[in-house]
């Protein structure tokens, strides 16, 4: 009976929330009317019509079954009680509205453009999507096999694609420059670098934690996948995120003894995957585009063995000492330690990189000057345009200081600098700050920018706590954390944004949960 009371509960829009959830993380990642350079066009109109489509079904289910309720006399809220995330992620729209309404440039503003599409427009429909999520996503296993499966696919289209293997056919008609930086069905290196730091996370974190086998062959599979997408993306941004997914994995794993074994040998999967690259990459010739030094070493190096080596070693010695050791484990003492290595390690690299970029200007660095000394030149210039678009920000008035010049505007803030940038470094324009905080900033005002921050931070707290009911939810956590770490080189757009926006969702939503909701979540 309590099972049948259970499956009751799973109505038409919890229906049709994991419907569009698995449409967006098959097709939607996918999808391509023609080629590279519609990705984002293509990407952004599909996420619109399709969360269209979920807000006007829900909305006339949720009438029809408030008509029924009001009847019986047993209706309930849908909106209340709001968490701290609902609050922040409104805050946010209503800080993005009032840019808009002050801005200099409104139809860019509610379009974006002028940027990356992320105007009023699409912020509206995040905030939409992730009403809806929180509110009606019921777990279901085909959303998240599906979700395995599609980006599996998008994975290994990266790694044929770096190969100039091209089984779509969408090189056809683009200069090698083009072709030398686009893959996949996602964009150029950034957006895959992105993508695949949501992915990884998202795979490691399932291999780790669920017990359910064919899951864990999908998410072992899913591991290859992911880490050498991410080697030939050769996005710096994506290393970034991966070093940051290591160690919020590694923490979740620490919960157990079964979970830590579980993590050393997602280790030797992943690193073990880049020997499979660097197999692949013999037998065509080592015909490839150009890799940056460090997916290089890692893929080439002899001392990539090393990683290797030591994590299957780890999880060896973990299993044969298993009997021992696994009714003792104490998963706090193994967390404080784990969180203060990584928190020195932290530290260690920011001392690096003041020291380099403020004391010790002159010491020849070679490829690490790109990450550990800060002027114009770091990150692919990116220093340039940080710089330049922090003295535009601090040129602003009090007004445009607090809600910034309008929702991915930046383009007309830096277009005074175009002619600099064109003769320093041979770019024309450029329509973002490669920054996804600093674009926030800039674009939406720190009122904005501390309005999405509080976003991330209030909705992984909740997660973190949740985890002890649920699992899962420690999943979605990853992958935020994963996104968020390489956004701070990066770029937002309407590929790979719109689906963090979903895990957050999702792990809010199971965060809202009852434990007698949460014991049909098995994994």
């Known amino acids: 009976m309590a099972d049948k009371s259970k499956k009751s509960q799973y109505s038409i829009r919890n229906s049709l929330t994991n419907y569009y959830l698995l449409l967006m993380f098959t097709v939607f990642p996918l999808f391509l009317t023609q080629q590279y350079a519609h990705a984002r066009r293509d990407k952004l109109w599909f996420f619109l019509v399709l969360s269209g489509v979920l807000l006007l079904s829900v909305t006339a289910t949720s009438a029809i079954t408030f008509f029924d309720q009001r009847r019986l006399g047993t209706v309930r809220p849908i909106l209340r009680p709001f968490t701290a995330p609902d609050i922040a992620f409104c805050s946010f729209f209503l800080a993005a509205a009032i840019s808009t309404l002050i ?38 296993s085909y959303v998240i096999v599906g979700y395995l499966v599609g980006s599996s696919i998008v994975a290994l289209l990266a790694v044929l694609n770096f190969f100039y293997i091209d089984p779509l056919g969408i090189f056809e008609g683009y200069s090698e420059r083009v072709i030398e930086d686009f893959g996949s069905t996602i964009g150029n290196k950034n957006t895959i670098s992105s993508f695949m730091c949501l992915f990884l996370p998202l795979t490691l974190a399932l291999f780790v934690l669920l017990r359910k086998r064919y899951l864990k062959v999908l998410s072992g599979i899913g591991i290859a996948l992911a880490y ?30 079964d979970t830590l074994c579980s993590y050393a040998l997602g280790l030797t999967i992943l690193f ?67 969180l203060s290595v990584i928190a020195a390690l932290f530290l260690l690299l920011l001392g690096a990189f003041v020291y380099f ?167």
């Open 357 to 523: 970029s403020v004391f010790d200007t002159g010491t020849e660095l070679g490829s690490l000057s790109r990450m550990l000394r800060f002027d114009e030149r770091w990150g692919t210039h990116r220093g340039y345009m940080w710089m330049k678009g922090m003295e535009d920000y601090a040129g602003f008035d009090l007004l445009h200081k607090l809600f910034g010049s309008g929702p991915d505007t930046f383009y007309h803030v830096f277009a005074p600098h175009f002619g600099e940038l064109l003769e320093k470094f041979g770019d024309s324009s450029t329509d973002c700050i490669h920054s996804e905080y600093l674009n926030y900033l800039i674009t939406q005002g720190i009122i904005g920018l501390i309005a999405y921050l509080s976003l991330l931070v209030t909705a992984c707290v909740r997660m973190a706590k949740n985890g002890s009911r649920c699992a899962l939810t420690l999943v979605f956590l990853c992958a935020v954390i994963g996104y968020a770490a390489q956004a701070t080189v990066n770029i937002y757009q309407p590929i790979t944004t719109p689906v963090m926006i979903l895990f957050l969702s999702m792990g809010e939503a199971l965060c809202r949960k009852s434990d007698d909701e949460l014991s049909m979540v098995r994994i």
């Open 103 to 140: 801005s200099d440039y409104r139809l860019d503003s509610l379009t974006g453009n002028a940027g990356r599409n992320n105007g009023l427009i699409l912020l509206l429909t995040y905030m939409v999507v992730y009403l809806i999520v929180t509110r009606f996503w019921y777990y279901k």
């Open 272 to 338: 073990s995957s880049a020997k499979l690259l660097r197999l692949f990459s013999i037998l065509m010739d080592d015909k490839h585009k150009t890799m940056e030094a460090i997916p290089q070493a890692l893929v080439y190096s002899p001392l990539s063995y090393l990683p290797i080596v030591l994590s299957a070693m780890l999880f060896i010695v973990l299993l044969l000492l298993r009997g021992r050791l696994s009714e003792r484990y104490r998963s706090r003492p193994v967390r404080i330690v784990l």
């Open 228 to 257: 050498t997408g991410l080697l030939c993306a050769d996005s710096s941004s994506g290393f970034l995120g991966l070093v940051a997914v290591l160690c919020a994995v590694a923490v979740v794993a620490a919960r157990s003894y």
